[in-house]
């Protein structure tokens, strides 16, 4: 039997036919619609026959030849067709399936589309091909990537939620089968309808001026302006125009341009307008009817005036520059006239037209004139009595011609020039504010002018006088506390206001504003008190009618013991102890950095301290009287102590920056040194570290070789803490060698390579059509290929905790006929690999091929042809090298070298061109703050390799990122402070109140460098024993004990006499009875004054009194 056999290679359009043998039965053929096929059928054997050809049962008309010739022109071209061979042997029937691929198509109506922000954009792809073809999206010549708000359906309609500014570029809908390839583009247009801006609504300005009136129009596509007044379009013309920008302009404004104009701004989405106004204003004109105009005694006059302009003005008069006090005689009609009736000589003088309006102001004057009439007071002033402190005022009225010019004095000779308390008014009237005892008495008013003088008297009478009066208080003694304020009150009435003075203990006192000061009220204040502060104050309220007194008495107290200031161990115990006195008893308060303390009493015991127990302690004793502080410094001690971080391994992005922390406590405050793997970091030689106040250690423009083990060391006097932390720098996946597109036959071996870089090393996963099929592994590797299984896209996934990244290839596996070789078909012999660049360069990719005919050779770039001439930095040379001069960024991308001689497929190879873009540095930041105020500190200021950002394997910037400088080198100023108080000194008296003093100096430290002396006083006192010496006893008794040159008294009794003088003094003679023989010798040449009770301090010994 003959056999039918059939070869089937997937293809494009043949434009020869080409022959396919059929000797075995029951085969396929499949064929793309374009083809053109001979099929001839030969049995098997060496005899005569005729052949039929029948397809789905239907005879067919062969060639000449018994050859079948086939045009496939659509998928009806499909079906069984039969060869059946007659000889005279019989007849055999050789069947074949044909089955026909339609090439894909892809349209898309419109090919431009416009949207707003916010709408929701859908793309139509219309597809038609058999197999159904598959379809992908790209925007601006990339893969588009689909998420929550792009989307695909299963149609391949291509949807935009909430469409963006960004969304806006070109879409490519890309569909291949078998057959082929096809693609459609459409532009998505962002829309905005216009909005309008003007710089001012409304306009005023005046004849002859230039108006300027800016209107801009926002929106996309940008928006046309026009201008209309009034609905009319404005054309331009010597005196109006507008700009290209859209602005208005009227030169030489008239009135006719006053009115409303519309700024219109329109787009092919939609339009908007601002309607503005616009004032023309003409400066007012004002005229008189006469300018000399003479007075007529009881005459009346009318004065014309006339005031024209836009808007219209408003007429108002002035007299001699004064505006014009209007009366029953003298009235302004409605239309601007003056009318003085019953003329008087007063009316004399220069009168002035005033037109006003928005536009300006005008004036036309009239003189008035008129025969001389000398001075006459007319209304003289009459006596008036007044209040002390009061006030007063004195009528006087004159007329004549000229007007009279009126002054006042007083029988003093003071006149309103000489005192600012009086003042002569417009009118003439004397007024005199705040009357004082020298204002009584005699005050003359003179009138007078060029034709004669008139003069008048009147008499002030003072009434009110009162003594002073001092509003006594309900308490007399004030108790106040050392350091503190006190405000003495003497409140005085009296009329005039009495004058307050002080005395202390019958002594005046020097009020300088500081120590002392007197306030308004004449109440005595004073600061920093002391103890010599204590004592009598006298209160004197004087005023020219008397006086009154008033007697306060003062007595200041202090903190007794303060708080030490002390240095201690962690887990010690303390005592603190503050002692106050006063009356009443004061109440202790503790403060710890002014945070109020859980303890009342004048001791606190603090047990287990802890670095929170550091800090200024503050006592406070409180009374009524007042309040009296003291402060102790506490320093706790404690070794170095570093807190857990948060992490213990800090992952981080290359190229950014990162912080390890370093919370230490410890006091001393401990020093922070960081290492890296056992080695310390010298951060003021590297820029790319910095220990931040807190300890803790920034990196900045971190690489892979930062990472490692950094451990932080905190040292002081008392020990040593070290925590280490991980630094793990992440790069993030880089695909170095893509897939290839490849075609192969079935049974063939698929190879793809996907290669990719990054720390941690990238896990590489394959998908064939989204399917997951190979992981941890480079390289897919397929034997034996079937297109059923193998064919489709394969996507290689890179993934490391920094990222992740993918590439495609799509893999063809067609048929082939063993027995018949394929020829013609064009061969690549040269082809462009993925090649990395350096912005800027120039390089070269070769492809050649060989086939018969010769292929042509065509260049793509993401799947578009080049355009002759652009970009015009890329060239296809005539050997087809592409050639691009100066790569840009935008070049980057994958290209395909098509290779097409009309002979079976045409062929494809790609390669992807990764630009890498280098660094560069952006502009120094200002400089940053200096880290101390003098001393000689830091200060920093930083850059960013940003400008442009490093990618795609590009060199980072070179240099440093930070630079630092000194500041502030001049020395710190330290200001003055005290030492501690010496002792007491013994009281210089044992009763009627004697003086104890002590010292201090300003030299802990000393000021220096411009620094502030110590404020208050070196030498403090304070009185003792102030308690009233006892009146005087016959006879007192005591016993004695103590020592004398350090031998031990035995129990000594104290015999004294007192007795009176004539004199009013008192004598003494004293005994002791038990004295041992060597005292008692000693002590006959010891004179001993006593008062009783006895008081004894001898050699600094103390001595306990009882008396009997």
């Not at 210089?988 to 002396?1013: I, L, W």
């Amino acid at each position: 039997m003959p056999c039918l056999t059939d070869y089937l290679t997937p293809h494009l359009l043949s434009l020869v036919p080409r022959t396919v043998v059929i000797n075995k039965p029951n085969s396929n053929l499949t064929f793309v619609t374009g083809d053109a096929v001979i099929l001839t059928c030969v049995p098997d054997g060496d005899f005569s026959f005729t052949v039929v050809w029948r397809k789905d049962g239907n005879d067919l008309t062969p060639q000449a030849n018994d050859s079948l010739l086939l045009h496939i022109r659509s998928r009806k071209d499909s079906g069984r067709y039969e060869c059946v061979a007659k000889s005279k042997r019989g007849e055999e029937v050789l069947a074949i399936d044909v089955i026909v691929y339609d090439k894909p198509s892809a349209t898309i109506d419109p090919s431009t589309k416009t949207y707003q922000a916010g709408n929701n954009v859908s793309i139509k792809c219309q597809v038609n091909g058999f197999p159904v073809p598959s379809l992908m999206w790209y925007k601006d010549g990339l893969q588009l990537e689909l998420d929550g708000r792009i989307s695909v359906n299963n149609d391949g309609v291509l949807f935009i939620r909430n469409a963006q500014l960004l969304d806006a570029g070109e879409y490519e809908c890309a569909v291949w089968n078998i057959a082929g390839q096809s693609q459609a583009t459409v532009k998505l247009l962002y829309t905005v309808p216009p909005s309008v801006f003007v710089d001012q609504e409304e306009v005023t300005a005046n004849a002859g001026e230039t108006i300027a009136v800016q209107c801009t129009a926002n929106g996309t596509p940008r928006a046309q302006i026009t201008w209309y007044k009034q609905h009319s379009k404005i054309t331009a013309n010597r005196r109006i125009a507008v700009s290209s920008q859209g602005h208005l302009v009227i030169n030489a404004v008239e009135l006719s341009d006053g009115g409303y104009y519309t700024c219109l701004g329109n787009n092919s989405i939609g339009q908007d307008s601002v309607t503005i106004m616009i004032h023309v204003q003409i400066p007012p004109r004002v005229t008189v009817d006469e300018e000399d105009v003479a007075v007529i005694l009881d005459d009346t006059l009318v004065l014309q005036c006339t005031a024209v302009g836009v808007p219209i003005p408003t007429i108002t008069w002035t007299k001699n520059n004064q505006p014009l006090q209007t009366s029953d005689r003298i009235t302004i009609t409605n239309d601007g006239a003056l009318i003085i009736r019953d003329a008087i000589p007063q009316d004399v003088g220069e009168y002035q037209c005033v037109g006003r309006s928005p536009a300006g102001t005008a004036t036309a004057m009239v003189i008035l004139w008129g025969e001389g009439v000398p001075s006459k007071i007319t209304s003289p002033p009459s006596d008036k009595t007044v209040t002390f402190g009061g006030n007063v005022t004195f009528t006087c009225r004159a007329e004549g011609v000229p007007e009279p010019q009126i002054t006042w004095h007083n029988n003093l000779g003071i006149t309103a020039d000489t005192d600012p308390r009086a003042t002569v008014l417009p009118s003439g009237d004397l007024f005199i504010q705040n009357i004082e005892l020298k204002d009584a008495g005699r005050y003359v008013c003179v009138a007078e002018n060029s034709l004669g003088r008139d003069t008048a008297q009147v008499t002030l009478i003072l009434t009110g006088l009162t003594p002073p009066n001092i509003i006594k208080p309900d308490k007399t003694t004030i108790i106040s506390d050392r350091g503190g304020t006190v405000e003495l009150q003497c409140p005085a009435i009296g009329n005039p206001q009495p004058a307050i003075t002080w005395r202390k203990d019958h002594h005046s006192i020097a009020i300088d504003g500081i120590k002392l000061r007197q306030k308004d009220t004449g109440a005595l204040v004073i600061t920093s008190l002391l103890p010599v502060d204590s004592g009598t104050y006298l209160c004197t309220a004087r005023n020219p009618t008397g006086e009154d007194r008033l007697i306060l008495t003062l007595h200041v107290y202090k903190i007794i013991k303060p708080p030490p200031n002390m240095t201690v161990d962690v887990g010690d115990s303390i005592l603190l102890e503050c002692v106050a006195r006063g009356f009443p008893i004061p109440r202790i308060r503790w403060f710890l950095n002014n945070k109020l303390l859980p303890y009342n009493g004048s001791v606190i015991e603090i047990a287990e301290l802890s670095l929170q127990h550091t800090g200024v302690y503050l006592c406070v004793a409180e009374n009524v009287a007042g309040n009296a502080t003291a402060t102790a410094s506490l320093s706790v001690m404690a070794p170095p102590k570093i807190f857990e971080p948060k992490r213990s391994t800090v992952n981080v992005l290359s190229g950014s920056w990162t912080e390890l922390q370093c919370n230490v406590s410890g006091n001393p405050k401990p020093k922070v040194t960081w290492f890296l793997h056992d080695l310390p970091i010298d951060v003021n030689e590297s820029p790319k570290y910095l220990i931040l106040p807190s300890g803790s250690l920034r990196i900045f423009g971190v690489t892979p070789s930062d990472s490692g083990t950094y451990s932080c060391m905190a040292s002081n006097p008392l020990g040593v803490a070290r925590r280490p932390v991980e630094l793990s720098v992440q790069v993030p996946p880089e695909i170095v060698k893509h897939p290839q597109n490849i075609s192969i036959d079935e049974g063939d071996t698929i190879i793809l390579q996907c290669e990719a870089r990054g720390f941690p090393v990238p896990q590489i996963t394959w998908y064939l059509n989204d399917t997951a099929v190979l992981t941890n592994s480079s390289v897919v590797e397929i034997i034996e290929a079937r297109k059923s299984y193998h064919e489709g896209l394969y996507r290689c996934e890179a993934r490391n905790p920094a990222g992740i990244v993918t590439a495609s290839a799509y893999v063809t596996v067609g048929g082939r006929d063993k027995n018949v070789a394929q020829t013609g078909r064009p061969e690549f012999v040269h082809t462009p690999q993925d090649t990395e660049v350096d912005a800027g360069s120039t390089f070269v990719w070769d492809c050649t091929a060989t086939g018969n005919p010769t292929p042509v050779l065509s260049w793509t770039k993401d799947g578009t042809k080049f355009e002759p001439g652009y970009p015009e930095h890329i060239r296809v040379l005539a050997n087809n090298s592409l050639v691009i001069r100066g790569v840009k960024p935008e070049d980057a991308g994958q290209y395909q070298c098509h290779a097409s001689n009309g002979i079976g497929a045409a062929h494809v190879v790609q390669a992807t061109l990764t630009v890498k873009v280098n660094g560069r540095w952006s502009e120094w930041q200002e400089w940053g703050a200096c880290s101390k105020a003098c001393g000689s500190g830091s200060q920093y200021r930083f850059r960013s390799c940003d400008n442009p950002v490093p990618s795609n394997g590009g060199k980072l910037c070179t240099g440093n990122f930070v630079q630092s400088q000194l500041c502030n080198a001049h020395s710190c100023s330290v200001d003055g402070n005290w030492s501690v108080w010496t002792e007491w000194t013994l009281c210089s008296k044992v009763c009627n109140g004697g003086e104890q003093t002590r010292y201090r100096e300003c030299d802990n430290p000393a000021p220096q460098h411009g620094g502030k002396d110590c404020l208050g006083h070196k030498r403090d006192s304070r009185t003792c024993n102030f308690f009233r010496c006892p009146d005087g006893v016959e006879v007192a008794i005591g016993q004695v004990h103590g020592t004398v040159n350090n031998v031990m008294l035995p129990t000594l009794f104290l015999l004294a006499n007192f007795t009176k003088t004539p004199a009013n003094d008192t004598q003494v003679s004293c005994s002791v009875s038990g004295l041992p023989g060597p005292i008692r010798n000693w002590l006959k040449s010891v004179s001993i004054p006593l008062t009783a009770p006895v008081y004894w301090a001898t050699a600094g010994e103390k001595l306990v009194h009882k008396m009997a």
